[in-house]
């Protein structure tokens, strides 16, 4: 019985820690679908993504290319905090789409990848952009 038990809590043990150190990236164009007037979702490994178009909403608002991704740090010494992924529309709109995790408990990220490059922002802010590429280099490990 006792072997059971640890053997139980190693697995739980290995599976926190995946989902500790998920990893991410924005949303391939063909993943992301319109479920109703101007509301988008595309699912993750990890969780769900989602969206809603501002404005006037046409019928159908397809998802023409991904512009960017962005992530802001407030200092060296503070965690990473993911913030979006923007995709232009064909109605001359941006979309962003905003990650949830499966556990809905609020994240930080660790970028990866040669996708992202860091700015300086007003305020002593850092953002981590990542654009002109494919959505799917823009990849970032989830941290909980």
């Known amino acids: 019985?006792?072997?059971?038990?640890?053997?139980?809590?190693?697995?739980?043990?290995?599976?926190?820690?995946?989902?500790?150190?998920a990893?991410?990236?924005?949303?391939?164009?063909?993943e992301i679908n319109e479920t109703g007037s101007g509301v988008f979702?595309?699912?993750?490994?990890?969780g769900?993504?989602?969206?809603?178009?501002?404005?006037i909403i046409g019928e159908?608002?397809?998802?023409q290319s991904f512009k960017m991704?962005?992530?802001?740090?407030?200092?060296e010494s503070t965690p990473l905090k993911f913030q979006y992924c923007t995709y232009n529309i064909n109605t001359n709109k941006t979309l962003d789409m905003r990650f949830t995790p499966k556990n809905e408990k609020e994240f930080?990220?660790?970028t990866e990848g040669n996708g992202w490059t860091k700015e300086s922002g007003n305020f002593g802010l850092t953002y981590?952009?990542?654009?002109n590429t494919l959505p799917e280099n823009c990849i970032f490990k989830i941290s909980q």
């Open 108 to 110: 930080t990220i660790k």
């Open 69 to 75: 991704s962005i992530a802001i740090q407030e200092s």
């Open 60 to 63: 159908k608002n397809p998802v």
């Open 23 to 30: 990893t991410e990236h924005c949303p391939k164009l063909h």
């Open 48 to 55: 769900k993504w989602s969206g809603v178009l501002q404005g």
């Open 1 to 21: 019985m006792k072997k059971i038990i640890s053997i139980l809590a190693i697995m739980t043990s290995i599976g926190f820690i995946s989902v500790a150190q």
């Open 128 to 131: 981590n952009v990542c654009e």
């Open 41 to 46: 979702s595309a699912d993750g490994e990890n």
